[in-house]
């Protein structure tokens, strides 16, 4: 920080008004009351320069809206509280970039605030990767992306060179199955820091089947013994919780135990308020028919869950699915069958969160073929074919763009979908659904028109513009599109048009 370096001019009329606010002695309230008058920034800036009451610099601070100022402010040598609150009001992020790359001391809640504000993909991925950066803000930037944008994160793991700042990025990703695509495939020599990132990555799958699959693919040596231990760990640890849950139901009657699982359920002397401590136990039974029936007289939604991902036998799993209401305990289960498609087919048939929906087709694509009937919001939609579209929808894009049947969805597809297919599709069905339709009694256009003329106007392609503007046939659409439109064939379609209706 520098000290005082910003020269403030002070008009007269606030002399003594900041004679006032600078005196400690005087009352506060006053004081407060008199920077409320105060329209100058300049003035409000240098008291909360100078100001060594908190409170007054705070009040100061709230009123000035100039960027550059507070800026400024926070190049200034005044009390760290006072330019923690100007970080927050700055809107401009190439000046809070700027305030990152200069700093030369700082406290941590600084660096929090100035990357909490930059709330902006790229700009925290800018810090991320830029090596000019310190070490700390690169960490706590990583940290702000894994709360706002996580998807970013497998990229940023891809380009980073940094030991530990690559061992941060993988503590903050869940997905598995990404994490396996960075083991090595072949049997090359790995350095000791190699071989530490390969121990962090596989001591964070704890996929059972994603772990086999390594096991029996890998040609990696270091990697299969490695998993090997995993595996061999977990194993370890289920046999302790077994044993913990055998200690736990010492005093459970032997004799129950030796009844079948049925009469077990029929006894009057079995204590009910202590089923769910009983259900657990019978969870763990060697016998899959025992463990069945235990899942059909469960409704404890955490106990199902950890059914589904653990037993071995397949019946009983997707039995405890089907008992399974709870969507978001659902939706874990999704995520963690990596490698079971027909588990994850009957999870989606149960989930009805379109929302999630496409937040799945964005991570995974190639699940459009499962999950486009069950799509039916208009918006959704839209935004999927517009901003993240895949060419894996194609085969079902005709059936999806069947389901809008709002003509500004079509509009806004046709006019702004940088694939040509569906801006085709779009101004074709706007022509068949909307060719005989009127916005209301007052127009002399069809809605059609009228979107054919938006997209004229509005539209971000050429090809699909010159296609709109032949299609209207209204001299008042077409007048405004000789007067507005941006393009010369435009211009000239909608002149030609004007003079010659026939042609």
């Not at 240098?46 to 007054?56: E, F, G, H, P, Y």
């Not at 289960?333 to 937040?359: A, H």
């Not at 256009?445 to 503007?469: F, M, N, P, Q």
């Amino acid at each position: 920080m520098v000290e005082n370096s910003y020269i403030i001019d002070v008009p007269k009329k606030y002399e003594e008004v900041l004679r006032i606010i600078l005196n400690e002695e005087n009352d506060i309230e006053s004081r407060m009351d008199l920077i409320e008058d105060i329209t100058s920034k300049e003035v409000l800036f240098k008291l909360a320069r100078d100001s060594q009451n908190m409170t007054i610099s705070k009040k100061c601070v709230e009123k000035i809206n100039d960027d550059d100022l507070l800026y400024k402010l926070m190049l200034e040598d005044v009390d760290y509280e006072t330019i923690e609150y100007a970080a927050r009001k700055i809107k401009n992020k190439g000046l809070l970039l700027n305030i990152l790359k200069n700093m030369e001391d700082y406290e941590f809640t600084l660096i929090q605030i100035i990357l909490e504000n930059l709330d902006d993909c790229n700009l925290l991925l800018d810090v991320i990767l830029n090596e000019d950066y310190d070490s700390s803000f690169r960490i706590i930037a990583m940290e702000e992306l894994s709360k706002k944008y996580p998807f970013m994160l497998p990229n940023v793991l891809l380009n980073i060179e940094d030991g530990f700042l690559k061992s941060k990025c993988r503590e903050y990703i869940t997905d598995e199955y990404f994490l396996y695509t960075q083991l090595p495939d072949d049997d090359v020599f790995l350095t000791e820091s190699e071989e530490d990132f390969i121990d962090l990555i596989i001591n964070s799958i704890d996929n059972k089947q994603l772990l086999n699959y390594i096991l029996d693919n890998s040609n990696n040596e270091y990697v299969k013994n490695t998993v090997k231990k995993r595996m061999d760990e977990n194993k370890d640890s289920n046999k302790k919780f077994i044993l913990a849950n055998i200690f736990s139901n010492e005093n459970h009657n032997q004799e129950h135990m030796n009844m079948t699982y049925n009469d077990y359920f029929e006894d009057e002397t079995l204590d009910l308020n202590d089923m769910d401590k009983n259900i657990r136990y019978l969870l763990l039974n060697p016998n899959p028919s025992i463990r069945m029936n235990a899942i059909k007289n469960t409704q404890n939604q955490e106990l199902l869950k950890q059914v589904v991902l653990n037993d071995p036998d397949r019946k009983n799993r997707l039995l405890a699915l089907d008992r399974i209401l709870d969507e978001e305990i659902i939706k874990e289960i999704y995520d963690k069958s990596e490698y079971d498609d027909n588990l994850r087919e009957n999870c989606l048939k149960k989930i009805n969160d379109e929302q999630y929906f496409k937040n799945l087709l964005i991570r995974t694509p190639h699940c459009i073929e499962m999950l486009w009937d069950k799509l039916n919001d208009e918006t959704i939609i839209r935004d999927l074919l517009l901003n993240n579209w895949n060419n894996l929808f194609y085969p079902f894009l005709d059936k999806l763009m069947d389901k809008i049947n709002n003509p500004d969805n079509h509009t806004k597809l046709a006019s702004f979908a940088d694939n040509w297919k569906v801006r085709r599709i779009a101004i074709i069905q706007i022509e068949k659904k909307f060719d005989k339709k009127y916005a209301n009694i007052y127009t002399s256009h069809t809605i059609s028109e009228w979107g054919c003329y938006k997209i004229c106007l509005e539209g971000k392609y050429l090809d699909v513009k010159i296609r709109a503007v032949n299609k209207i046939n209204d001299n008042d659409l077409l007048y405004f599109l000789f007067l507005l439109g941006s393009e010369y064939i435009i211009r000239n379609t909608a002149y030609r048009k004007l003079i010659r209706p026939d042609d």
